[in-house]
């Protein structure tokens, strides 16, 4: 898992082309991320299924009733076959796009 930080985001991407085993990671070591905006970067994992990305959704879940941005980023994906209440987005730039625009909407109160 390869790991970057800035001011208020957090971009962890996967190295072993496994988002199942990816997921767990994350959730083990959830406790250091929890307090930031997250990104998380499946795209090295070329199998990826509607049923792994929604395996996110607990997590994601936890994250956003924290007041925090919660994105996952695939490449090669239907996009439209995910549900509203989890972000996936093809690339880590559509994904700091996202959060940039959630900071706006929650800074204005929404």
Known sequence: MQIEKNTHTTTLKDTDGNAISFLEKITSEYSNFKDQNLVLD???????????????????????????????????????????????VPTVQEAHDIIEMEEIERDLGF
């Open 42 to 88: 499946i795209s090295e994992d070329k199998s990826v299924t509607l049923e792994n990305v929604l395996a996110f959704l607990a997590l994601s879940n936890k994250h956003r009733k924290a007041k925090k941005s919660f994105v996952i980023v695939v490449k090669d994906f239907d996009f439209n076959a995910v549900p509203e209440e989890i972000n996936v």
